[in-house]
């Protein structure tokens, strides 16, 4: 896990930032093990879950590597290196300590501080980490706005809109479900009432990826 500079990735950046630390892990009792990769994505909670940080075990990876991730909307250089270090701390305490008293002995020792599940910077963490930050430049990394709507992700369909065909000119409109089945299918204005597409026909109003 040795690098001389970080790379202009964010996880080559996160890289050299275990790099640092891993003396810091050694001089406790507590090697980082080399088979870590560190990245930027949501952990298993997704976005709306209150998780900052994960850990999942090098049994759960294809190629044998303990892999973390950080949440893309944390860009403060502290917090993303103090949740690093928690992370981090889970791999060399092992994750079957969880957050018990092995896990505590390595967060503590990194300069961790506050409830286990939820360390936070302490003083002793700063003083490590400060110099390091120096070296390591600023995280190539803007924060991504998880609130926000402009995701690839396609807009939320709020209304079912229903196609309805005149079976003789194909002249077609779409109306709700709803009015539909309390008042009728709309009427052409040539010939009258008009056919609801089955539901297997459905099609949808809303947009679609933007």
């Not at 997704?46 to 999942?56: A, D």
């Not at 995701?151 to 539909?180: D, F, H, L």
């Amino acid at each position: 896990m040795s690098h001389d500079a970080p790379d202009n990735t964010r996880e080559g950046w996160l890289d050299f930032i275990a790099s640092r630390l891993a003396p810091h892990f050694e001089a406790i009792g507590a090697p980082l093990p080399p088979n870590i990769r560190n990245s930027v994505g949501f952990p298993s909670t997704g976005r709306k879950g209150k998780r900052i940080g994960e850990c999942w075990s090098h049994l759960a990876s294809g190629d044998g590597y303990f892999e973390i991730f950080l949440r893309p909307d944390l860009v403060d250089p502290i917090q993303v290196t103090a949740t690093l270090a928690h992370e981090l701390a889970h791999a060399a305490a092992g994750l079957e300590a969880g957050h018990g008293k092995g896990f505590r002995k390595v967060a503590v020792g990194i300069g961790l501080e506050g409830k286990m599940t939820a360390t936070t910077a302490g003083p002793r963490f700063i003083e490590i980490i400060t110099p390091i930050l120096e070296e390591a430049g600023p995280l190539p990394h803007g924060e991504l706005n998880i609130g926000g709507s402009t995701s690839n992700t396609p807009k939320k369909q709020t209304s079912r809109m229903i196609k309805c065909e005149c079976a003789t000119c194909g002249y077609t409109v779409r109306a709700a479900r709803k009015w539909i089945e309390e008042v009728g299918a709309p009427h052409c204005p040539a010939h009258g009432e008009m056919v609801a597409a089955l539901p297997d026909a459905e099609e949808d109003e809303g947009e679609g990826e933007e």
